[in-house]
């Protein structure tokens, strides 16, 4: 099962011969139910050995107590059974549910009792940090509640690896840009569109679960610069603002290329991911810390999204027999390959930069994160880092490349539109 915050809970574990149930669990739920457990059990046991060679007399009991009732019987053979000797012991357990006003049934309905972390809201002229509770019915706000107290919408600032543990289970948590969810448990607004971190108003985390809280406040810095522009758009302006994070915008431009090519060309150039693979499009997005194990797998992710994405089949729909005759048997071996003669065939000025994005991907992925790094790793990085910037800014500099790769495929997408060419085979790449 899970629980308030969609965390697995094991409720109880079958054996061959036992069965182990949290106690509190089943009483929880016959509560919520109305109802009681029983557990009814029987014994028989048969011997050729009579009785009295036994140590044993004839008996015939029965009891009651704490919701128990046994009945047990040792005679000799009576009933034709073919034996010396005969017992049977049948009973009932029964189990009672909590009582309505216990805590684990105010629990199950409306969860844990509510309780307020305090944040760290700005730092004292002797640089001492000063905290501050995010129980909003302590806090001020915009219409006269609790006047000299802070306001709802102070800022409270992060290390954006406050994300991380959020990153690292989509299964559970969903990030986006100003919000983060729990599967329909919970949601978090938030500005993580700015450098400096993670910026939350102090009101906002108190509505989030107390365990989720305590995981906030151990991220928590002193805060320092403002929201960023795209929040006061949204959150002060009441303006519709589109964020500048780079994994929106990678996103943006691949959901565009994926409706363009299948509204003009009538399949999607990158096919979907599967289902195990979608964790892969989460991570492309700007590493947290500035640490190889987070680019590499910004890179791998973007390898796996686009280039081992690309719709080989249809996008040899995009070259001529008559062109594709004049080349060697391994100028078409791969996806960027393919892509490289489709755009050379159609003649699209500044495709070489996009193709060499990808192949600069590729090559680093085939060096370091797929295989063991040998000496050639270092060249492949070098590749992708010429400036000799940190891991972190190389990782969106290459987001914002394949970004604008998407947007130049996406245009080009539109120029060959097969409805309104004249060339045959343009004309038939959609049939």
Request: proline share 5%; hydrophobic share 35%; with cysteine.
């Amino acid at each position: 099962m899970v629980n308030h915050n969609y965390e697995e809970v094991l409720v109880g574990k079958v054996q061959e011969r036992k069965v182990n149930v949290q106690l509190g669990l089943i009483r929880q739920y016959l509560a919520v139910r109305g109802m009681h457990l029983a557990i009814y059990y029987a014994s028989h046991q048969r011997s050729d050995v009579p009785l009295s060679d036994l140590g044993f007399e004839e008996e015939y009991r029965d009891s009651e107590f704490d919701g128990r009732s046994r009945s047990h019987i040792v005679v000799p053979d009576g009933w034709d059974m073919g034996v010396a000797s005969f017992s049977r012991k049948v009973g009932k357990i029964l189990i009672p549910p909590y009582a309505q006003d216990h805590n684990s049934i105010r629990y199950f309905y409306n969860g844990p009792p509510k309780t307020y972390e305090e944040f760290i809201i700005e730092v004292d002229e002797h640089g001492r940090e000063i905290r501050f509770t995010c129980n909003d019915d302590r806090l001020a706000n915009y219409f006269g509640a609790n006047p000299g107290a802070p306001n709802y919408m102070t800022k409270v600032l992060f290390r954006s690896t406050v994300l991380d543990r959020y990153h690292g289970e989509p299964s559970r948590f969903t990030v986006e840009g100003g919000y983060v969810r729990c599967k329909g448990l919970w949601g978090h607004r938030m500005d993580n569109h700015s450098n400096h971190g993670v910026y939350c108003a102090l009101g906002d985390l108190g509505l989030l679960p107390q365990q989720e809280q305590a995981h906030w406040k151990s991220h928590n810095i002193p805060p320092y610069g403002d929201w960023s522009e795209t929040t006061k758009r949204m959150w002060f302006d009441a303006e519709f603002a589109d964020s500048e994070r780079p994994e929106d915008l990678f996103a943006a431009a691949y959901q565009n290329l994926v409706e363009t090519s299948t509204r003009v060309l009538g399949w999607p150039m990158l096919r979907p991911l599967h289902e195990d693979d979608q964790h892969y499009f989460g991570n492309v997005r700007v590493p947290t810390k500035n640490e190889q194990v987070e680019f590499d797998g910004v890179i791998a992710s973007l390898s796996k999204v686009v280039i081992e994405s690309l719709d080989l089949k249809n996008l040899r729909k995009l070259l001529p027999s008559e062109y594709t005759n004049t080349l060697s048997s391994d100028a078409l071996s791969g996806s960027i390959n393919v892509l490289d003669h489709g755009l050379r065939y159609h003649i699209l000025e500044g495709a070489e930069e996009h193709i060499r994005t990808l192949r600069d991907l590729q090559n680093y992925r085939s060096k370091g994160p797929a295989h063991l790094r040998g000496a050639d790793w270092r060249q492949a990085l070098d590749r992708l880092n010429p400036e000799g910037l940190s891991l972190r800014d190389v990782a969106v500099f290459q987001i914002a490349k394949v970004v604008a790769v998407l947007v130049f495929l996406s245009t080009w997408v539109e120029k060959i539109n097969p409805s309104s060419s004249s060339d045959p085979l343009i004309s038939n790449l959609s049939r």
